[in-house]
């Protein structure tokens, strides 16, 4: 795996976390951010070609 495909794949698996956390304190505002920054992690992976599913980044 390559420094690039790293970031991306800790990126996600951040996000995931930092959303994980929103959902548990009920916070709407931080949800939707946290969601956001989730989704931009994964178009970037796939843009680049990352499938972040099979990678695991993807998982729950």
């Keep these: 795996m390559d420094t ?7 990126r996600v698996w951040a996000a995931r976390a930092v959303l994980a ?7 709407v505002y931080a949800v939707a951010v946290a969601q956001d920054e989730l989704d931009d992690a994964v178009r970037l992976a ?3 070609g990352l499938d972040v ?7 729950e």
Aim: charged letters at 35%.
């Design 4 to 10: 690039v495909t790293e970031a991306l794949l800790a």
């Design 21 to 27: 956390d929103a959902v548990a304190a009920e916070d």
């Design 46 to 48: 796939r843009g680049l």
């Design 53 to 59: 599913e099979a990678a695991g980044a993807d998982k």
